[in-house]
C-alpha cells in the first residue's frame, strides 16, 4: 500500500472500483434480450444463483466423509478467514444446506420449502445466516452473480392522473426483466435460453407482473393499441441489480416482535398512506412493497427465531413456500422468488412439532440441523478465532488452554458410549481424530449409537461456546489484573467452576454432571503436562531420530525375515525383538497386536519413500511419542528430582535449561515454571519413589 492510499481520491478510487461498472447505467430491453442469450444465467431464479454462489468461492470434495466443503464457509475468503467455521458436523450442515438449496435450484421441490436452521443456542446457525447473506451481496457485485430489473419511465405521457413524483417507477418487487414479455412469448425465449445453457438446471420463469407493473402495462398497451415493442422500447430501463441487506434489497432478515404487535403487513406489505389521497384506495399504485417477502425477492429471506412467531401470522408462509406468493390484504396474489431461511432453538421447535395445527406449516420445512462442534481441536480454533478478532492484551496463551477448554464443551455435548470398554473422554479422543490407544474403538459405530439414543442426535444440547469464550475473556482479564502475562489452562478451569453455576442457560440438574466432565479435564490436563515436562527433562532430538532410524531397520528386517548390521561388532544379526518391544510398550501395544503394528509402519515410511520423502520419525506421531518415553525411560535415573521438586532454585542450570526446553514447545517463561511446579512434582514423586 503506498503511502498516500488513503487520501480521498485514493479511497474514492478504490470504491469506484469494487463497484460494477453498469451499477448507475441504464439499459434497453433489446439490450437484455442480447444479454441474456449471451449469458443465460442472468436470468437464474434465486435457488440456482444462490446455488452457484455457494460454488462460485470455492469447493474441496472430502472423499472419506462424501461431503463438499465450501470455502465460503470453512475459509471465509472476503474476510481472510475471520469468521471461518469449524468442525465435522458443522460443515455436515452446511452441506445438508447447499444440498436443500441446489435441489431446489433443479425444481425438485425444496424451492417450495423453508430451510429451517435448527440448533441449540451458540452453534453458529446465527453467524452461517448472516455469512450466507454477506457473500449473495457480494456475488451480486460480480460479473458471475450479476442480475437486472426493469424500472417504468416517462408514464406521465400516457398516464394523466400519474403523480409527478411517479414519472419515473422501478419494478416494487426487483423483478426480472423477462417478466414483461407475455407468457407464450417468453416461453419462447426461456427454451433458447435453456439451449444455451452450461448448468445442471432450466431457467423457468412462470411469474406474473406484480400489481403496479401489470397496471402500468395494461395502460401502456391501450395506449400503443397492443403493440409491446413500442411499450418495452419507449417506456422500460433495464438496471443492474445488487442485493444489499442495509438496502433491504434482495435480502430481507425478519424478526418476531411483541406477540400482541404482529402485523402480517410486516411480511407481505400495506397501504401506502402518502398515495391513497392522489390515486385512491382499490389503486394498485397505492400500495406500499415493504413487507419482508417483497424485499426479499430475488435473494433471500432470513428469519430470525421464526417459531417464535404465532401459529396465525405463520400462515403467510404457507403459500410463500408451496405456492410461492403472498396475498396482501385487499389485494391479488403476488408471485414471488427467494430463498426462505428460517432459524429456531429447541424449545420452540419442540413446542410447534407437537401442535397439531402446525402441519401444515411443519410439511413445508426441510430441517437442517445445526449443532454444536463435537471435536475440541476444532472447538479450540473457535476460541482462537475469537481472540484473534478482538483487541486482545499482551498475554501469551499457554499449551493446551484453548484444547482443554473446548474438551470441557464436546464432553458437555456427547452422549456416553454404549460401547463396551469405552469411555466418555476416549469417545471424545475418537472424535477429535487421535488414534493413539483407541485402535479398537469404532468412531462409526460411536455414531450410530448417539444418533439412536438421542431424539436429535449428538451436539444438540450441552454448554455453548459463548459461555466458555466468556469465561476465556474474563480468565485473561484477571491473569492481567494480577500481573501475569500469561493465560495458563489452571485459570480457565478456575473461571468454569467458579461460573458454572451463574450462567442461566445451563440447567440446574446438570451442574453435578459437568463438574465431574471439569474433573476429568483436570486430570488430562495433568496428563498433558506431565508429558510435557518428561519432555523438557530428557527430549533429544538427535537421539530420537538415531533410535527412530534403529527401529525402523529391526522393522523392516523382521517383516522381511532378515538380518540386520549389529552397531557394535558390525556382524549380521536377528532383529533385536527387545529393542522392538521397549519401543511398542511405550504406546500399550500388546504382544498379539505388534506385527499390525510394526506393518502400519512400515506401510508409513514406503509411502512416504514413493512420495520421494525420507524417513523422520519425528512426522509419525504415535512413533514419536514411543520413542520419546523410552527415552524418558532410558535418561530419567540421571535425573536431578530434587531440583525438580525445589520450585525456588530458578538459578539453577539444570533448572532453566528445562524451562528453556518447555519454551520451545510454545511455554511462555513464567508459563514454564508454572507447568514445572504444577506437573514436575508428579513426576519427581511418582520416580522417586519408584
Request: contains cysteine; negative net charge.
Amino acid at each position: 500500500m503506498t503511502g498516500d492510499s488513503n487520501t480521498l481520491e485514493a479511497l474514492s478510487q478504490q470504491y469506484r472500483a469494487s463497484m460494477p461498472e453498469d451499477l448507475r447505467e441504464t439499459r434497453s430491453f433489446d439490450w437484455y434480450l442480447d444479454a441474456v442469450r449471451d449469458d443465460p444465467k442472468i436470468a437464474r431464479n434465486a435457488h440456482q444463483r444462490v446455488a452457484d454462489m455457494f460454488d462460485h468461492y470455492g469447493t474441496e470434495y472430502d472423499e472419506d466423509r462424501g461431503l463438499v466443503e465450501y470455502h465460503l464457509a470453512s475459509r471465509d475468503p472476503l474476510n481472510d478467514g475471520e469468521n471461518a467455521f469449524f468442525g465435522r458436523v458443522v460443515h455436515e450442515a452446511i452441506h445438508e444446506f447447499v444440498n436443500k438449496v441446489k435441489s431446489g435450484a433443479r425444481g425438485l421441490g425444496p424451492e417450495r420449502r423453508i430451510k429451517l436452521l435448527l440448533g441449540p443456542v451458540g452453534s453458529g446457525k446465527s453467524a452461517f445466516d448472516a455469512t450466507v447473506r454477506r457473500y449473495f451481496e457480494d456475488y451480486t457485485l460480480s460479473d458471475d452473480g450479476r442480475m437486472y430489473t426493469f424500472r417504468w419511465t416517462n408514464l406521465r405521457d400516457v398516464i394523466p392522473d400519474q403523480d409527478p413524483d411517479d414519472d419515473v417507477v422501478r419494478s416494487p418487487m426487483n423483478q426480472d426483466p423477462l417478466v414483461l414479455l407475455p407468457i407464450e412469448q417468453r416461453r419462447v425465449v426461456i427454451e433458447e435460453l435453456n439451449e444455451r445453457l452450461d448448468a445442471p438446471y432450466t431457467i423457468r420463469n412462470e411469474q406474473s407482473l406484480d400489481p403496479e407493473s401489470e397496471f402500468y402495462m395494461d395502460r401502456l398497451l391501450a395506449h400503443y393499441d397492443e403493440d409491446l415493442e413500442a411499450v418495452l422500447r419507449t417506456h422500460v430501463e433495464v438496471t443492474r441489480l445488487v442485493a444489499d441487506e442495509n438496502k433491504r434489497q434482495c435480502i430481507e432478515t425478519f424478526e418476531p416482535k411483541d406477540k400482541k404487535n404482529q402485523d402480517e403487513t410486516e411480511l407481505t406489505g400495506d397501504v401506502n398512506y402518502s398515495k391513497l389521497a392522489v390515486y385512491g384506495e382499490s389503486d394498485p399504485r397505492a400500495f406500499d412493497y415493504s413487507g419482508a417477502f417483497c424485499n426479499a425477492n430475488r435473494g433471500i429471506f432470513s428469519g430470525e427465531e421464526l417459531l417464535k412467531l404465532q401459529r396465525e401470522f405463520l400462515y403467510d408462509f404457507l403459500h410463500a413456500t408451496q405456492e410461492q406468493t403472498i396475498k396482501p390484504k385487499n389485494n391479488p396474489r403476488m408471485d414471488i422468488d427467494q430463498v426462505i431461511v428460517g432459524r429456531t432453538n429447541m424449545p420452540e421447535y419442540r413446542d410447534k412439532k407437537g401442535d397439531e395445527k402446525m402441519e401444515a406449516f411443519n410439511d413445508r420445512t426441510k430441517r437442517v440441523d445445526f449443532p454444536y462442534v463435537l471435536s475440541y481441536d476444532d472447538e479450540a480454533e473457535i476460541y482462537r478465532k475469537m481472540l484473534g478478532n478482538a483487541d486482545v492484551p499482551d498475554i501469551h496463551v499457554e499449551p493446551h488452554a484453548m484444547e482443554m477448554a473446548g474438551l470441557f464443551g464436546v464432553l458437555t455435548r456427547i452422549t456416553e458410549p454404549d460401547s463396551e470398554g469405552v469411555d466418555l473422554l476416549q469417545k471424545a479422543k475418537a472424535y477429535n481424530g487421535e488414534d493413539e490407544d483407541l485402535e479398537d474403538v469404532d468412531v462409526k459405530k460411536l455414531r450410530e449409537e448417539a444418533a439412536s439414543s438421542t431424539p436429535l442426535g449428538e451436539g444438540m444440547a450441552g454448554i455453548s461456546p459463548r459461555f466458555i469464550g466468556d469465561e476465556i475473556a474474563e480468565a485473561i482479564m484477571d491473569s492481567k489484573h494480577r500481573g501475569r502475562d500469561f493465560l495458563s489452562p489452571l485459570m480457565v478451569f478456575n473461571f468454569f467452576e467458579v461460573n458454572l453455576e451463574n450462567h442461566g442457560s445451563i440447567d440446574e440438574d446438570a451442574f453435578e454432571r459437568y463438574y465431574r466432565y471439569l474433573e476429568t479435564v483436570r486430570e488430562e490436563y495433568r496428563e498433558r503436562a506431565i508429558e510435557d515436562v518428561r519432555h523438557a527433562l530428557a527430549y533429544d532430538i538427535e537421539e530420537i531420530r538415531r533410535q527412530g532410524e534403529k527401529y525402523m531397520d529391526h522393522v523392516m528386517a523382521y517383516i522381511d525375515e532378515d538380518t540386520v548390521e549389529d552397531d557394535l561388532t558390525g556382524r549380521e544379526r536377528e532383529p533385536d525383538e527387545t529393542f522392538l518391544r521397549s519401543v511398542e510398550e511405550e504406546l500399550g501395544v500388546p504382544e498379539d497386536r505388534k506385527e499390525d503394528f510394526r506393518q502400519e509402519v512400515s506401510n508409513w515410511v514406503s509411502r512416504r519413500a514413493r512420495q520421494g520423502t525420507s524417513f523422520n520419525p519425528e512426522d509419525n506421531e504415535r512413533l514419536r511419542r514411543a520413542l520419546e518415553r523410552k527415552l524418558w525411560e532410558d535418561k530419567k535415573h540421571n535425573i536431578n528430582f530434587s531440583a525438580l521438586v525445589s520450585a525456588g532454585e530458578t538459578d539453577d542450570d539444570e533448572r532453566n535449561a528445562w524451562i528453556e526446553a518447555l519454551v520451545e514447545r510454545g511455554y511462555s517463561r513464567e508459563g514454564a515454571k508454572e507447568v514445572l511446579e504444577f506437573a514436575g512434582a508428579e513426576v519427581a514423586r511418582s520416580e522417586m519413589e519408584t
